[in-house]
């Protein structure tokens, strides 16, 4: 498994959210390797995006978004765990959220975390896919490139083709489609 390097993160929030599809999201467990297969990611920039979590009253976000990329960025919503990775360019601010993974590894034991048995039902939301992969607010920081973490994206190729649409959940956007998602994939989800 090739991880995925801070030099693929190190690049606007949008191409890195673009090129996360198809890539493969990797949690290890004790002995347990969790995988799931990104299908919907969404791009989110620094303070003059009006949905970011960069803006100046998350003074603590726009840090952690401003800071090394690579970096694990888990905080809550609506009393769900998101997990984004930090993205940007130098001295830019900017994460990518996961929002989608397709099962691939360890299904039983996110079945488990999730008490759900319908895997078309699984991962396909950020919230599901945290609860599911186990990612909690402890994991928040975790660099994503290193080999020593237990949560972290590597490389897998592919071929499909990628859609677009405004972000989900969002009342006030940037004029630009900045969510993501591989075309077809029943994991997506459904909004």
């Known amino acids: 498994m090739k991880i995925l390097r801070e030099s693929f993160y190190s ?5 890195v959210a673009k090129e996360l599809l198809g890539k493969i999201l990797v949690r290890k467990i004790d ?3 969790l995988k799931g297969r990104i299908v919907e990611s969404e791009a989110y920039f620094g303070e003059e995006d009006p949905a970011s979590r960069a803006k100046k009253k998350f003074k603590k976000f726009y840090e952690r978004m401003k800071g090394k990329v690579g970096i694990a960025f888990v905080y809550m919503v609506h009393a769900n765990w998101l997990f984004n990775v930090v993205a940007h360019e130098k001295e830019k601010a900017g994460a990518v959220l996961i929002r989608a993974v397709e099962p691939l590894e360890g299904v039983d034991v996110m079945k488990e975390n999730r008490k759900v048995d319908n895997i078309l039902k699984l991962t396909n ?11 909690t607010g402890k994991d928040d920081g975790k660099n994503v490139t290193s080999k020593k973490s237990d949560i972290f994206i590597v490389d897998s190729k592919g071929s499909f083709e990628i859609e677009s649409s405004r972000r989900i959940g969002v009342s006030r956007d940037l004029n630009r489609n900045l969510r993501f998602y591989i075309k077809g994939n029943k994991f997506v989800s459904k909004f």
């Open 125 to 135: 939301g950020p919230g599901k896919l945290c609860k599911a992969f186990g990612i």
């Open 11 to 15: 690049r606007k929030p949008d191409i």
């Open 31 to 33: 002995e347990k390797f």
